[in-house]
Each structure stands twice: as C-alpha cells, then as structure tokens.
C-alpha cells in the first residue's frame, strides 16, 4: 500500500499566492536626478570656458576712453579649453544615457 505524498492531496492555498507589487519609481527617480546634475556640471565646464575666453581681453580706462587690450591664448589655455570641452560634452552624453535609463524604467514603472 502506499500513501499519496502530500503534494498529490493539497489544494491550492489562495492566501499564499503572492501580492500586487507596488511600482518601483525609485531607481528611475535617481536616474534622472544624476542625469541632472551632470547638466549642472556640463554647464559649469562651459562656464569655465567662458571664464578662459574672457580672460584673453584686458580691459583698461585710458583719458580718452576705455581701450581694449587682446592678449593671445597660450598652449596651456588652448589645451584647457579643449578638455573642458571634452569634459561637457562627456557630461552631457553621459546625461542623456542616464535619462533614456531612467525614463525608460518609469515607463517599466
């Protein structure tokens, strides 16, 4: 003779199935916010370009009126500019990947 396992006799428990899951917003929610604040630093290396750019006029009063001094820019400041460029831009394309990431997980929602 043998027993029915326990498996063979149990009925389905309606209680035990699992729940609804409420959406998860909030690694979306922080995608966005990174890809925000790499804006914000974006912007600021565009600030510092125009700060290196600013610099190469002089400004000065003389009797007759203001005179502008232009001073070229060196190797150096060349060089800065094109690596904050670089850095902008690279903080930008890395904002635009984490807001396609995050809006494409709101939508998963």
């Not at 043998?2 to 995608?31: H, M």
């Not at 610099?55 to 070229?72: E, L, M, R, Y």
């Not at 460029?85 to 807001?99: D, K, R, V």
Request: with cysteine; proline share 6%; charged share 10%.
């Amino acid at each position: 003779m043998s027993e029915p396992s326990p498996a063979q006799n149990s009925a389905p428990l309606s209680y035990a199935t699992p729940g609804a899951r409420p959406p998860r917003i909030g690694p979306g929610f922080v995608c966005m916010l990174t890809a925000l604040g790499l804006i914000a630093l974006g912007g600021c290396f565009l600030i510092g370009i125009l700060v290196t750019n600013e610099s190469q006029h002089t400004f000065g009063s003389a009797t007759s009126g203001i005179t502008v001094v232009t001073v070229s820019l060196t190797f150096g400041d060349i060089l800065l500019e094109l690596v904050l460029y670089l850095a902008a831009f690279g903080a930008f394309a890395g904002a635009i990947y984490l807001m396609t990431i995050g809006l494409k997980w709101l939508r998963k929602g």
